[in-house]
């Protein structure tokens, strides 16, 4: 099974942006959809944003317009371009499968702050 292993967080002040990245310890060529997650403290984690293998592209509201997803196969990367972030932003944000999602399969994250 691919390992996905998230970087790329830390403070940033209301209206910066930051990239994250999601690192594949093999080829993402076998994960037809990858989606970046987030979880607020005190909050249920919730989707952000999906990615398929043909670029197609689904956002939560309040993020439209903000991040963009994209993923470089040749790279076995995912990534997640945060801009205009907002101090609700701030959670620690995760990539991972729909599937491994269901089943309840986490990595680390890694820890966004948006604050001045």
């Known amino acids: 099974q691919v390992q996905l292993v998230e970087s790329g967080g830390g403070l940033v002040q209301p209206g910066g942006s930051l990239r994250l990245s999601c690192a594949a310890s093999g080829s993402i060529l076998s994960i037809n959809t990858m989606g970046w997650y987030r979880q607020a403290p005190g909050k249920e984690r919730e989707l952000v944003a999906l990615i398929t293998n043909t670029g197609n592209t689904n956002y939560a509201e309040s993020v439209k317009g903000r991040f963009t997803i994209s993923r470089d196969n040749a790279k076995n990367t995912g990534y997640l371009q945060m801009n205009s972030l907002k101090p609700e932003d701030t959670a620690v944000y995760h990539c991972?499968?729909?599937?491994?999602?269901?089943?309840?399969?986490w990595g680390q994250g890694t820890q966004v702050t948006v604050s001045s």
């Open positions: 991972n499968t729909p599937a491994r999602a269901r089943l309840g399969n």
